[in-house]
């Protein structure tokens, strides 16, 4: 267990409608990082939130949207879903100070559009 | 920009003998490296990460890596294979500076048979 939560598990939903997945972050860590893994595209960054404030984007959709709040847990918005965006979530929190300091992985949340 | 090369999708090793799984980097600046091993259904794990220092970095479950510079590669090593290795397996690359998140490798099958 990473420490990382993340919430649902599992989400089914339709093309066009919109979601939002949460991760809460190990004790302790102030950045949250979310990654999307497909079978096309494989493991790809998406944002990067620190203590509140977006650090770095990826390859984040205009439809998607991110947000860290002030008890840093973080909620990933996917809006106008598509097919396409079937994927697994992931968040990751990483321990600040030494920019080495590995990121510890949620379980992840399943998104299926259908 | 950065990038990782994983060349095998998959990798066949009967247990007992020693395993290698192989990655290649490309970054600018000095390379912050990192294997991952996600199982069926579940998050990615961390195993174990050069920053700096000596070349060879040893891990979790008995795994180890080597760092080549000049090779630009941080192949994943254990001398004795289990059948619980099985699993898919993943380097990432960041640089020292700048972009905290990880570029990630396309992930290697690893299959262990008794």
């Known amino acids: 267990d990473s420490g990382v939560t993340q919430t649902p598990k599992h989400l089914i939903t339709a093309t066009g409608q919109r979601v939002t997945l949460r991760c809460s972050p190990r004790s302790g860590d102030l950045s949250v990082y979310w990654y999307q893994q497909s079978l096309d595209q494989g493991l790809q960054f998406l944002i990067h939130?620190?203590?509140?404030?977006?650090?770095a984007k990826g390859n984040i959709l205009e439809r998607f949207s991110a947000q860290q709040f002030p008890d840093l847990h973080s909620e990933l918005n996917l809006s106008s879903l598509e097919l396409g965006d079937s994927a697994l979530y992931f968040c990751?929190?990483?321990?600040?100070?030494?920019?080495?300091?590995?990121?510890?992985f949620g379980p992840g949340t399943r998104l299926t559009v259908l | 920009a950065q990038s990782v090369a994983q060349p095998e999708d998959q990798v066949n090793v009967a247990e007992g003998n020693p395993l290698t799984v192989k990655c290649t980097y490309s970054?600018?600046?000095?390379?912050?490296l990192f294997w991952y091993v996600q199982y069926p259904n579940r998050g990615l794990q961390f195993l174990l990460k050069y920053i700096t220092g000596d070349n060879l970095v040893k891990g979790s479950y008995g795994f180890e890596a080597e760092f080549n510079k000049s090779q630009t590669s941080f192949h994943l090593k254990k001398p004795s294979a289990l059948v619980s290795d099985s699993a898919l397996y993943f380097c990432a690359v960041r640089a020292d500076t700048g972009r905290r998140a990880l570029t990630f490798g396309s992930g290697t099958r690893l299959q262990v048979q008794p």
């Open positions: 970054v600018s600046g000095n390379p912050y």
């Open positions: 939130y620190y203590n509140g404030e977006e650090r």
């Open positions: 990751a929190s990483r321990l600040i100070g030494s920019g080495g300091n590995e990121q510890f």
